[in-house]
């Protein structure tokens, strides 16, 4: 952050990252809207080839503890796949 955005209380533009954490939520209930009430706890998210990949952790479950959503934006309208976790490895759950 620049000098004159310190003085005038501008912030710097969020990160994809910060975005991510800010939408999980939407995500998880259009993803999942069963599950309205589940607070959907996010354990990792890095960047692969393009793509979001965000590991979470639904409370309570949605059927798996471990949900993988693959994101091409940090929103909803990103969401382009998800996995669940299950005997140590990711399974396909669903594409959009």
């Known amino acids: ?15 994809p990252e910060d ?12 993803s999942f809207p069963d599950d309205e009430g589940a607070v959907w706890n996010v354990d990792t998210i890095y960047l692969d080839n393009g793509v979001y990949l ?3 952790s639904p409370v309570p479950h949605v059927g ?6 693959h994101l091409s934006q940090p929103n909803v309208s990103g969401v382009m796949a998800a996995d669940y976790w ?3 490895q990711w399974n396909g759950l669903f594409s959009s």
């Open 19 to 30: 975005m991510i954490l800010a939408n999980i939520q939407a995500i998880g209930l259009e």
């Open 64 to 69: 798996y503890e471990r949900i993988r959503f």
């Open 1 to 15: 952050m620049g000098f004159f955005d310190r003085l005038f209380g501008k912030k710097s533009p969020a990160t």
């Open 86 to 88: 299950e005997n140590g």
């Open 54 to 56: 965000v590991e979470t």
